[in-house]
C-alpha cells in the first residue's frame, strides 16, 4: 500500500494491453480442458482429413540428441510424451505433495472418502477391462481405464458454477489427486518390462543427491534443474518410464516457505524505510540491500507454491494440448467402434468407473470410516462417478505404454468416445440432482480444493 492508502501497482506499459486478456484466460478453471479438447479436436481432424498422412507423419519424426559417444534418438511423439510430459508430472508430484501436507488428504478422516472412491474408480474398471479382455492380447491394456483427467473434470464443474456444492467440488479433486497416486504406481509396477540397475542405481545416486542438497540449504532452482534432468535421463534409460522421475521430485519439493512472514514483514518495513529517503543515499542504493529483497521475496512463499503456479500454465495450455495433438488423432471408422479393445475400455470407463467409486464409497460411509460431504448426496456421488470416467490424458498415456500398432488405434477411440459419454452422462445427472442455488454459503463456494492441472 502506498501512504496514501491506495494499492501498489508497477507502471502500465503497451505490452501489458496485449498480455493481459492472455492473463485472465489462464486463471479461468475451465480454460486448461477449454485447450485440450480443442487440441484433441485439432488431432481428429486432422488425423482423418486428406492431410492426414503427413500430420501423423509428423509426429514419427525422428530428432536426434548426443554428446560424445552417447546418442539419443527418438521420434517427436516419444520425446513429447517421455521428455515434455516429465513437467505435467512434476507438477502431478507437486500436487500429491501439498495434500498430503496441507491439502484434504493430510487428514485420515478426511481423506478416506476420496481415497476409498479412488481404490473403488480403479479396481472395478480394470476388472471390468481384463473380464472383457481376459486370455486375448489386449489385456496387457487393463490400466487404460483406471485414470481420471481432472482438467475435464474441473471444466465440468465450472460449467455448472456454483450449483456444484463445494463438498462435492473437494472430493472429486482429491478423488482425482489421489487417482493419479495409483496411476503413477501402476506405470511404475505394471508397465515396467526391464530394468538396467545401472542407470536406476544412477538415478536413485541423483535423488540422494537432491535430498542432501535441500538438507544442506541450497536453495538454487538452477541447480536442482540441472540435477532434474540428469534424474530424468537416468529413469529414460534405466526401463523404468521417465515420468516417474517427475513425479518424485515433485513430492520431495518443500511444501514450506524458507522464511516467516513477520521475519520479511520486518525486513521489507526497512526496506520502505530505505526507499523514503532513509538510511543510505537514495542516488547510490546498496546493490546487496535490493538482492536481499528480492531473496526474501521469494522465499516467502514455498518452493512448491511457486512451482506449481510458474509451470501450470506450461503444462495445461503448452505440453498437454501438445500431448494431445501427437497422440490424439486416430482414424476413425466403424471397424475400430466395434473392436473388443475400444469396447472394453468404454466399458471400464462409462461403466466400471461410477460403480466403483459409488460403491467403495458406500462401504466406506456404511462401516463408519467417512462422511458424506455436507450438501452432497448419493445422486450427485452418481454423477461425479460418471465424470471420474473421463480418462483422456492420463488413459491415453497408460494406452501408449500398454498397446502398440491398431490396438492401441482402438483404445484411444475408445478413450474419447467414453470419456465424452461420461462428461455428458455425469453433467446431466448433477444438473439433475443439484438444486439451482447452491446450498452451501459463499465463503464455502469461493475456494476450488485442490490445485488444477
Known amino acids: 500500500m502506498s501512504e496514501r492508502g491506495e494499492p501498489f501497482a ?17 486463471h479461468v478453471s475451465a480454460a486448461s480442458g477449454a485447450a485440450l479438447l480443442l487440441a484433441s479436436g485439432a488431432a481428429l481432424l486432422l488425423a482423418n482429413s486428406p492431410w492426414s498422412e503427413g500430420f501423423l507423419g509428423i509426429w514419427s519424426t525422428e530428432v536426434s540428441f548426443g554428446f560424445g559417444s552417447f546418442q539419443m534418438s527418438h521420434s ?31 487428514e485420515l478422516r ?6 476409498a472412491a479412488a481404490l473403488g474408480g480403479m479396481v472395478v474398471p480394470a476388472g471390468v477391462y481384463l473380464a472383457l479382455q481376459a486370455g486375448e492380447p489386449g489385456a496387457r491394456g487393463w490400466g487404460i481405464p483406471m485414470a481420471t483427467d481432472i482438467a475435464f473434470v474441473v471444466g465440468c464443474m465450472a460449467v455448472l458454477g456454483s450449483r ?21 504406481i501402476v506405470i511404475a509396477v505394471g508397465y515396467t518390462e526391464s530394468l538396467q540397475v545401472g542407470w536406476l542405481l544412477s538415478g536413485g545416486a541423483g535423488l540422494l543427491v537432491v535430498s542432501t542438497l535441500a538438507r544442506l540449504g541450497v536453495r538454487s532452482f538452477l541447480v536442482y534443474s540441472l540435477l532434474g534432468v540428469g534424474v530424468w535421463l537416468a529413469f529414460h534409460e534405466s526401463g523404468i518410464h521417465a515420468t516417474i522421475a517427475g513425479v ?25 524505510d530505505f526507499l523514503r529517503g532513509g538510511g543510505e543515499s537514495v542516488a547510490s542504493p546498496s546493490v546487496d540491500g535490493v538482492r536481499e529483497v528480492q531473496r526474501a521475496a521469494r522465499e516467502v512463499v514455498s518452493p512448491l ?9 506450461w503444462t495445461s495450455f503448452v505440453i498437454v494440448p501438445l500431448f494431445a495433438l501427437a497422440n490424439a488423432g486416430v482414424p476413425l471408422t466403424g471397424e475400430a467402434f466395434r473392436d473388443p479393445v475400444a469396447l472394453a475400455v468404454g466399458a471400464g470407463l462409462l461403466a ?5 467409486i459409488v460403491l467403495f ?12 460431504p455436507e450438501g452432497v448426496g448419493w445422486g450427485a456421488v452418481i454423477g461425479g462417478g460418471f465424470l471420474a470416467g473421463i480418462g483422456f490424458t492420463m488413459s491415453i498415456f497408460i494406452a501408449g505404454l500398454a498397446l502398440e500398432g491398431s490396438m492401441l488405434d482402438h483404445a484411444k477411440v475408445g478413450i474419447l468416445f467414453a470419456s465424452m459419454l461420461a462428461a455428458l452422462i455425469g453433467l446431466a445427472m448433477l444438473v439433475w440432482k443439484l438444486p439451482a442455488r447452491p446450498s452451501t454459503t459463499p465463503r464455502e463456494t469461493a475456494g476450488s480444493g485442490p490445485g488444477q492441472r
Open 248 to 272: 518424485i521430485l515433485g513430492m520431495m519439493t518443500p511444501a514450506h516457505a524458507h522464511l516467516e512472514k513477520t521475519r520479511v514483514g520486518r525486513l521489507m518495513h526497512d526496506a520502505a
Open 361 to 372: 464409497s458406500l462401504v466406506a460411509v456404511r462401516v463408519g470410516l467417512a462422511d458424506l
Open 164 to 184: 456444484v456444492p463445494h463438498g462435492l467440488r473437494v472430493l472429486l479433486l482429491s478423488l482425482a489427486i489421489a487417482d493419479d497416486i495409483g496411476a503413477i
Open 352 to 356: 466400471g468407473k461410477p460403480i466403483g
Open 10 to 26: 508497477f507502471p502500465s506499459a503497451p505490452i501489458d494491453r496485449l498480455v493481459a486478456p492472455f492473463e485472465r484466460f489462464l
Open 76 to 106: 517427436l511423439r516419444h520425446w513429447v510424451n517421455d521428455g515434455l510430459m516429465v513437467l505435467f508430472f512434476f507438477v502431478i508430484g507437486l500436487e500429491v505433495k501439498r495434500e498430503l501436507a496441507i491439502g484434504e488428504l493430510r
Open 110 to 115: 478426511k481423506a478416506t472418502l476420496p481415497i
Open 305 to 313: 507454491a511457486f512451482l506449481e503456479k510458474t509451470l501450470h500454465p
